[in-house]
């Protein structure tokens, strides 16, 4: 069964601690990606990731940044968390350049 | 560009009523499009796509979609409701040419009663 691991289902956080959101897949696809979600908004890209080490940024990267040093990890990163990030985190991958994405089952940051 | 436009955020169907959640779409080229659907504290999952084969497309739990390129829709449907449907669905579009990454609309949350 393919899978997409999430590190933490949820996590709470005091305002400008650093926090870190581990995702894994298994299925050996090129991309990755995170999404937040919040009620009302749907999904909202943050970053993406087409290989081991390459970045882009989504519709709203400002407040976060990204790790892919290897091809099955793909790490979102909040340098200094903020009240305004509190929200459901969803990790993505796929394979190829229309692929269907496959999700974790998310992570709720909660920040105080 | 591209983009998605759900109408309603909520549906409300009695069980063994037809489910119809609308989903519209923009996309300067061809599209490809999804539906996902997302059961309480779960990631999504996909329940069908369309990728310029038949437009009218069966997924899982018998939904099915159909693709109208002169509405540039996409609506979801379902002959039947059952309880286990309430779940809230999202429609999603990506560009048929070159790499190209989803859009998701807000979401429609499918309320199921008895």
């Known amino acids: 069964d393919v899978k997409v691991t999430q590190s933490s289902r949820y996590l709470v956080k005091r305002t400008g601690e650093k926090v870190f959101l581990e995702c894994v897949q298994d299925?050996?696809?090129?991309?990755m990606f995170w999404y937040r979600q919040d009620p009302g908004l749907g999904l909202r890209l943050i970053y993406f990731s087409y290989d081991v080490k390459m970045k882009e940024k989504g519709d709203i990267p400002e407040g976060y940044s990204v790790s892919r040093e290897k091809k099955e990890r793909f790490s979102l990163i909040l340098e200094s968390a903020s009240t305004n990030q509190t929200s459901m985190y969803l990790c993505?991958?796929?394979?190829?350049?229309?692929?269907?994405?496959?999700f974790g089952e998310g992570s709720r940051l909660t920040v105080l | 560009a591209q983009s998605v436009t759900q109408l309603g955020s909520h549906v409300s169907v009695s069980e063994g009523a037809l489910v119809l959640l609308r989903c519209n779409y923009s996309s300067s080229v061809p599209p490809y499009l999804f539906w996902y659907v997302q059961y309480p504290n779960q990631g999504l999952q996909l329940l069908l796509k369309y990728t310029s084969a038949a437009t009218l497309v069966k997924g899982i739990n018998g939904f099915e979609a159909e693709f109208k390129k002169s509405e540039t829709s996409f609506h979801l449907t379902k002959p039947s409701a059952h309880m286990s449907d309430a779940a809230e669905y999202f429609c999603?579009?990506?560009?048929?040419?070159?790499?190209?990454?989803?859009?998701f609309g807000k979401g429609t949350m499918l309320l199921v009663s008895p």
């Open positions: 993505a991958s796929s394979q190829g350049a229309t692929g269907e994405l496959f």
């Open positions: 999603a579009v990506t560009m048929n040419s070159g790499y190209s990454t989803l859009t």
């Open positions: 299925m050996d696809h090129e991309n």
